[in-house]
């Protein structure tokens, strides 16, 4: 997935949880950004095993070796999870809210990350050098959460 997806998942749960009046529009975007900066693994995995500080060339394997898991580093698997998954819980006793944004930021982007959909149908394009592909149903996704996330908050297109 895309960062706007990893984003706008965590992002719209935690606006659902505003909207119960257990969480603030703060948290929300600590989750949603939380979503995106896991996947800076990338970039760091490409600076330490290839010693390649270029974003471009980190975005753009990350881009084309998306399918084959390459370029994670732990937090992307299982001893990470683990890792991660006990920090959150020992966390819980400092702030449960702060943890709860760190963790549906953490979860959602492992679940995205572990959805396997087979609709080959994608929107290629490069720019400035990065290269995209994204899938048709993502941007469908992403227009859903947008309007779903406005509608949360009674805004109006
Ligand atoms: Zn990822």
Same mark, same amino acid.
Do not use: C
């Given at each position: 997935?895309?960062?706007?997806?990893?984003?706008?998942?965590?992002?719209?749960?935690?606006? %659902?949880?505003?909207?119960? /009046? &257990?969480?603030?529009?703060?948290?929300? !975007?600590? *989750?949603? @950004?939380?979503?995106?900066?896991?996947?800076?693994?990338?970039?760091?995995?490409?600076?330490?095993?290839?010693?390649?500080?270029?974003?471009?060339?980190?975005?753009?394997?990350?881009?084309?070796?998306?399918?084959?898991?390459?370029?994670?580093?732990? %937090?992307?698997?299982?001893? /990470? &999870?683990?890792?991660?998954?006990?920090? !959150?819980? *020992?966390? @819980?006793?400092?702030?449960?809210?702060?943890?709860?944004?760190?963790?549906?930021?953490?979860?959602?982007?492992?679940?995205?990350?572990?959805?396997?959909?087979?609709?080959?149908?994608?929107?290629?394009?490069?720019?400035?050098?990065?290269?995209?592909? %994204?899938?048709?149903?993502?941007?469908?996704?992403?227009?859903?959460?947008? !309007?779903? *996330?406005?509608?949360?908050?009674?805004?109006?297109?």
């Amino acid at each position: 997935m895309y960062p706007q997806t990893h984003f706008l998942v965590p992002f719209v749960l935690a606006e %659902i949880l505003v909207k119960l /009046g &257990l969480f603030n529009h703060k948290l929300a !975007l600590i *989750a949603g @950004v939380v979503g995106v900066i896991i996947d800076l693994d990338h970039y760091l995995h490409r600076i330490i095993i290839h010693h390649d500080f270029s974003v471009k060339s980190a975005w753009n394997k990350a881009i084309l070796q998306h399918d084959i898991h390459g370029e994670r580093t732990f %937090i992307h698997h299982w001893g /990470g &999870l683990i890792v991660i998954t006990s920090i !959150l819980l *020992a966390f @819980v006793f400092f702030s449960w809210h702060i943890s709860m944004a760190l963790f549906l930021g953490y979860y959602s982007h492992l679940f995205l990350d572990g959805l396997h959909i087979h609709i080959k149908k994608r929107w290629k394009f490069k720019e400035g050098g990065l290269i995209f592909r %994204i899938p048709i149903y993502e941007i469908i996704l992403d227009i859903i959460l947008v !309007l779903f *996330a406005l509608l949360l908050n009674n805004l109006s297109i």
